[in-house]
């Protein structure tokens, strides 16, 4: 069973714009991850926040968690085409990763 | 450090047949996940190893799926009597238990059943 929800499930945007997703989930965590995954491929490890952490900048991404309302948001700035993927949050659950359903990101050059 | 591994890449099979995949995890990772993901969505967990131990099975992983890491190395993941809802990208993760939460995907075994 899927954690939750990622909003938008698409979002198209130009080379060099900003990028934000949001991620809800349901239950308590510890951590929270965001994965990257290129058309028919594997999934790529982004950025990890801890639940007592309230944002994370990793490059170009940034991380924000809020476990009052259970959300998390991403974003990407200056956007480049190739980060057209799907991206996934996932929350750890005793061990193992419960993904959310992903945002598919198109960036057009 | 190679990454993680899988074979095949692609399994087409007929309705009825078993089907077993292979996971090459990262040599010194002791957890070893197994997750299915079908079109649309975000990957399911299935079942996991640490070591040679099977700690957890999801319900998702019914009678005719059978998961093993004999040597707490590599694991195969049988899926006998396939049907075509187990049409799905099944996706092996290893992890180094102490080092963080973070997972490292293969590539995933496509699977297609006719």
């Known amino acids: 069973s899927q954690q939750g929800e990622e909003d938008p499930q698409a979002l198209s945007i130009q080379e060099g714009e900003n990028a934000t997703m949001n991620c809800s989930y349901k239950t308590s965590i510890n951590n929270l991850q965001w994965y990257r995954q290129n058309s028919g491929r594997g999934l790529v490890h982004l950025i990890l926040?801890?639940?007592?952490?309230r944002e994370k900048h990793s490059g170009r991404l940034r991380v924000t968690l809020d476990t009052s309302k259970k959300s998390s948001s991403l974003l990407i700035t200056a956007s480049r085409a190739a980060d057209t993927a799907s991206y996934f949050c996932a929350t750890d659950d005793t061990d193992k990763l419960i993904f959310g359903t992903g945002t598919r990101l198109q960036v057009f050059p | 450090d190679t990454g993680v591994s899988q074979n095949p890449r692609h399994k087409i099979t007929k309705r009825g047949q078993n089907v077993t995949f292979r996971c090459d995890p990262i040599?010194?990772?002791?957890?070893l996940y197994w997750y299915r993901q079908t079109l649309g969505q975000g990957p399911e967990f299935l079942t996991y190893?640490?070591?040679?131990?099977?700690?957890?099975k999801s319900r998702l992983l019914s009678d005719r799926f059978s998961a093993e890491r004999p040597k707490g190395s590599f694991s195969t993941l049988e899926i006998q009597r396939t049907e075509q809802g187990d049409s799905a990208m099944y996706l092996c993760a290893s992890s180094l238990v102490g080092t963080g939460d973070e997972q490292y995907f293969g590539p995933g075994t496509r699977l297609t059943v006719t």
């Open positions: 926040i801890r639940s007592n952490e």
């Open positions: 190893f640490q070591n040679e131990a099977q700690l957890e």
């Open positions: 040599s010194e990772h002791n957890r």
